[in-house]
């Protein structure tokens, strides 16, 4: 179009300096080539256009077309673009308020996702202060035998599974893949005290999985024919793992319907409370288990992995457990301003709190809805590993967090501060996992 425009003006002007007596004349030429290169031009910007619009309408047959045969999926998201886009290119409002409206509408729909930790908000077991044994896997060399453990029976090794160091029992037979026992000074004596908890992590599988707890040392100890199993079915109490009903109160995990077997494959938590002569049990969230007299005394632990279905299943376990435990917390606080405690625990390096934790968070919430006077510092803690001044930022935020968890759980924010101690206030040696153990605490201060 430029170049017609551009031939039309440089004839005009040929014409013009070709005779300047004829000048009168020589305008008429001018204004008829001037007209008729501005009717050329409208033409074929005219011509365009109406390409264009075609090209439009044809687009719009198309989703009429795909209306007509059946695809109301395409032709109300073509609608929808076509509608929004003209409604943007006009200065409409109403557009834009329905898209923020949109945006809002997902985004509190994302917010109301109970996040992972606030599905376990009844979990109220609350596990021992003081640690007996702990193993997380730390260092452990894949492919040797755990360090912290003997072995009873089967074949056990270190892996790696799941982006994590695990404990492997490995297959050797029809019916069995290990047992072992933790490595504890004195273990020929009962070193469990009349108060003590046990948990660990369990992997269980879309085929069948079945661990043991034993409440003896199986290689040190005189055996006992009770057990504690945990299976895809339910937590059982019994001889050889079997089930005494006269023993034992007995409800099924969430989701479970009778006996049916859950498939899912995913790691569970498993926790023991023993109290004097009381056992209770649960997995994950759930309390499967409740005996008021055991009656007898355990004096050991042993962990075990089966596989009564044969074929290629293995066991994997971890974040292994034993635990003393103590005086109520409430007591503790009244005798010393404080409580202390390590049932609080955090993804490693990082503040997001572990649903496991919320049994110790729940105690506290509820202490503090029962006693409305109580305001507490909430203090993190750490273990010496890493630099100092990443160990205080560390615990800083895991305060903060256990501070707004509680916040959330209805707890009014005036009634709580909190503040990170880093690794300046060790309460054991940072020299075995169950010092660093001890030092990874989180503690509530009276103000």
Known sequence: MKKMIGKALAFVFLLAV???NAQIDLNKVVNRSVKKAERSVENRVEKRIDNGVDKSLDAVEDGIDDAVKGDDTKTNKSTTET???GKESSGSKSSSTKSESTTKTTATQDSVKPAPVLQWAKYDFVPGTEIIFEDNQEGEQNGEFPSKWDLVSGSVENANFDGQNVIYFIKCNANS?????????????????????????????????????FLADDKNQLKLDKT???DEKWLRFGKNGGEHKQDIERKFYPGFSGAKTDNTSKWRHISVSFNTRALKAYMDDAR???????????????LAYHNPGGGANVGYIKNIRIAKGAVPLYDKFLTDGKFVTTGIKFDVNKATIKAESMGTINYVVKMMQDHTELKFS?????????????????????????MDQMVKLGIDKSRLTSKGLGESKPMAGNDTPEGKAQNRRVEFVKF
Do not use: Q
């Open 83 to 85: 509608k929004s886009s």
């Open 288 to 302: 499967i288990i409740n005996i008021p007299n055991l009656g007898y005394n355990p004096t050991g632990v042993g």
């Open 18 to 20: 070709t005779n300047v």
């Open 378 to 402: 909430v203090e993190g803690h750490t273990d010496s590993d890493g630099d100092d001044a990443s160990n205080l930022k560390l615990s800083e935020a895991r305060a903060k967090a256990v």
């Open 177 to 213: 893949g290990g047992n072992i026992v933790p490595l504890i000074k004195n273990s020929t004596e009962d070193y469990l005290p009349d108060e003590f908890t046990i948990e660990f992590d369990a992997y269980f599988n879309e085929k069948s999985s079945n661990y043991s707890v």
């Open 228 to 230: 504690m199993r945990a």
